[in-house]
């Protein structure tokens, strides 16, 4: 129910803010403004949705492969320890805990358009665990809040924006770090969260040592690409995932050639479903795009922004990130419209601003939360998220208030 009271106050809250600036400031133009937006909204819904069928055929297809080869199952057994205390519904060895971690892997190399099919091939496997297939499991909530943290390794698209601004960033690169070090604490603020919900011992041996583990790799990674150029992180980066995708691709035919599995008819059997997980999600992804176009072209977030400033102004407290919050508060339901928001920080105060940078470290540090809602929750028919929307907003201001700290200590 969460979800539909959220939905509902989106349109309150535009209506009446509309209704105000019709009345009081003589907007002649907002009820227009708001029924185009809905209809265009509604259209890019239906567009995004078909966009998918070609990736997630596919990407589906290949999974059905990787499956059929047993490469699915390797990867399992592999991350099978941590998972299994992690997960502990989902059973040893059982074929989503190698989806939900190549969904992970694909997001932190940045790879969208892979960490999408894999992600909903997960929630469908957890969904055939789930004994009540209209309430998402604790093992569903755990995955989503872990997959809507946006764990990224190197945020290129921002670095190439930073870099292709005019003028352009004196380092495009310089907000690598701080993005890596926000992404990660709001991943920790997801998983220690769902944890104390689903009262989850993170204290146990072997997930300490998993989350060591990353830890290390994250900070050597850290340690390593620091020292290069923009144009050597972003050929690296390209190089990166780029050659894992294909290596994926290449060891799931090779697995299957070996187990002298039926390739083609495989694939195909895959690529099936990618047309009909994208026609199911197109109802909960247009309700969500509208709602959110009517909070969005209603003027919600400037009256927002001026309420921080005064408040912040009065506390006596430095105001220079408020600029920068625009692309926050829009990141968690648009990120195209965040996007834009860090474009027109950066174009007004400067790509090398301290608004600029923040703007880039919150587009970088996050996923879009409601976007992640309706398509995955959406693709399995998931009508009662629980408390999954609530986990995922509170990890989203983890990473805001961590990337505003982190900012002020390098930039400001």
């Given at each position: 129910m969460i979800l539909s009271y959220i939905w509902v106050a989106f349109f309150i809250?535009?209506?009446?803010?509309?209704?105000?600036?019709?009345?009081?400031?003589?907007?002649?133009?907002?009820?227009?403004?708001l029924v185009e937006g809905i209809f265009k909204s509604a259209n890019d819904g239906f567009d995004i949705s078909l966009k998918l069928v070609g990736i997630m055929a596919l990407f589906l297809g290949f999974m059905r492969i990787g499956e059929k080869a047993g490469a699915i199952n390797f990867l399992s057994r592999?991350?099978?320890?941590f998972f299994s205390r992690l997960f502990p519904e989902v059973p040893k060895n059982h074929p989503a805990t190698g989806q939900m971690m190549m969904n992970f892997s694909a997001n932190l190399l940045g790879l969208d358009n892979a960490a999408t099919p894999f992600g909903l091939k997960a929630m469908e496997s957890l969904q055939e665990l789930n004994p009540d297939k209209s309430r998402a499991s604790n093992a569903q909530i755990m995955f989503l809040c872990l997959h809507a943290s946006g764990l990224t390794l190197i945020p290129v698209s921002i670095i190439a924006i930073?870099?292709?601004?005019?003028?352009?960033?004196?380092?495009?690169?310089?907000?690598?770090?701080?993005?890596?070090?926000?992404t990660f604490v709001a991943t920790m603020a997801a998983m220690i969260t769902v944890a104390i919900r689903q009262r989850i011992n993170l204290l146990q041996p072997v997930i300490i040592g998993w989350i060591l583990g990353v830890s290390l790799l994250i900070g050597a990674l850290i340690w390593r690409l620091q020292s290069l150029s923009q144009e050597e992180l972003q050929h690296?980066?390209?190089?990166?995932s780029n050659?894992?995708?294909?290596?994926?691709?290449?060891?799931?035919?090779?697995?299957?050639l070996v187990k002298k599995v039926n390739v083609f008819d495989a694939f195909i059997e895959g690529a099936k479903g990618g047309f009909e997980i994208a026609v199911k999600i197109i109802p909960y992804l247009i309700a969500m795009l509208v709602a959110i176009s009517v909070l969005r072209n209603s003027g919600v977030f400037d009256y927002i922004i001026q309420g921080f400033s005064a408040l912040f102004s009065a506390m006596g407290m430095n105001t220079d990130f408020v600029a920068s919050l625009p692309t926050a508060l829009m990141k968690p339901l648009s990120g195209s419209g965040a996007r834009g928001m860090m474009i027109d920080a950066m174009n007004t105060y400067g790509a090398d601003s301290?608004?600029?940078?923040?703007?880039s470290i919150f587009q970088g540090t996050s996923d879009t939360t409601f976007y992640v809602v309706a398509v995955y929750f959406g693709a399995v028919s998931i009508k009662n998220t629980r408390y999954a929307v609530p986990v995922m907003l509170l990890a989203d201001l983890v990473g805001v208030?961590?990337?505003?700290?982190?900012?002020?200590?390098?930039?400001?």
């Open positions: 809250v535009a209506f009446v803010i509309a209704f105000f600036k019709w009345t009081l400031d003589g907007d002649q133009e907002i009820f227009k403004v592999i991350v099978g320890p930073r870099a292709s601004m005019n003028p352009p960033a004196a380092n495009p690169t310089d907000i690598f770090i701080p993005c890596m070090i926000v690296f980066s390209v190089i990166l050659g894992l995708i294909l290596l994926i691709f290449f060891s799931f035919l090779v697995g299957a301290f608004q600029g940078r923040l703007s208030i961590t990337a505003i700290g982190i900012a002020y200590l390098f930039f400001h």
